[in-house]
């Protein structure tokens, strides 16, 4: 028996790339779970509008950027493509400034102050919250100046109604990309990594059955698999478990097949790389673990604050 176990260490230890992987994967697990901060609030992205130019409005963009957990871009915007970006989730919130925030003569002519608009939608509630309360309590400190302020008046908030996609809605088209990735990348890795030990690949060449044939045959199958693989997974999620899609299921099955032939590629390109189907299989989830939490399938990557450009 103790000779048997030693002579099985010796075969593995033979297959290094197998190894290798084996203690990389693990490894790989904990330093991306270690780059998520799940107890911090993530950043969000702010685009500033400085319509009026002066030493108030310098003042809060510098108070601004103290903030620590507010991504901001100083520029001029169109309002209409701003709103249209925070509509499409592009663009977190936006905060103009208006013309008469450093004109007290033009305020006292309006009958009341200059109030900063603060564009945003009912994404994140919790994050909205946070946001317009330090926006609200630094534009009433800026705008005080000793006199007393209502800072309901300084501070508009204009909120963009979406559709309400709940946490399950995103983690089932997360469910597919991940179902996609996996069968593409990892099958065709170990498929075609099992071929070449066995000299198929070889033998193919003095049948009359073309190459590129071979390989066509092969995409278009796993194609194939993948919008059936979509189809199940989104019955299965919408009609059992009640998940909803949002937008058009036309244009998710052509993400899909086209998802499918770029992981299909990465495959290809990883069996060229790996001697065995075992260190095919481990280069295969080597790269589709990292993908599949850096591209937000489970976890917001609003975790992800230093890491993320």
Do not use: C
Not at 223 to 240: K, M, N, T
């Amino acid at each position: 028996m103790v000779a048997l176990i030693l002579a099985n260490l010796k075969m593995m230890a033979r297959n290094r790339q197998a190894i290798f992987w084996a203690l990389f994967f693990p490894l790989m697990l904990v330093v991306v779970f270690g780059l998520f901060d799940f107890n911090g609030v993530g950043v969000a992205d702010v685009a500033v509008v400085d319509q009026s130019g002066g030493p108030r409005a310098e003042l809060f963009r510098e108070r601004l950027e103290e903030i620590g957990f507010l991504d901001l871009e100083f520029g001029e915007f169109n309002p209409d493509e701003a709103r249209r970006r925070v509509e499409d989730g592009n663009l977190g919130y936006l905060i103009v400034i208006p013309e008469l925030f450093d004109d007290p003569a033009g305020q006292v002519q309006v009958e009341g102050p200059a109030p900063v608009t603060l564009l945003y939608s009912t994404r994140n509630p919790d994050r909205n919250q946070l946001v317009e309360g330090a926006v609200r309590n630094l534009v009433s400190d800026i705008s005080s100046d000793g006199a007393p302020v209502i800072p309901s008046q300084l501070l508009i908030a204009d909120v963009i109604q979406v559709p309400e996609v709940d946490y399950f809605d995103n983690v089932l088209l997360g469910l597919l990309g991940l179902g996609v990735m996996t069968n593409s990348i990892i099958s065709i890795a170990v498929r075609i990594s099992t071929f070449r030990n066995q000299s198929i690949l070889k033998r193919l060449l003095v049948t009359p059955l073309s190459i590129w044939k071979f390989f066509a045959a092969e995409i278009t199958a796993h194609v194939l698999l993948a919008l059936v693989q979509a189809g199940i997974i989104l019955a299965l999620g919408v009609f059992v478990f009640g998940g909803h899609i949002h937008g058009n299921i036309i244009w998710v099955l052509a993400v899909t097949s086209l998802g499918s032939i770029v992981f299909l590629n990465i495959g290809f390109v990883l069996s060229a790389w790996a001697k065995s189907p075992a260190a095919a299989s481990g280069m295969g989830n080597a790269v589709a673990l990292p993908m599949m939490f850096l591209a937000g399938t489970f976890f917001s990557t609003a975790a992800l604050p230093w890491v993320l450009p």
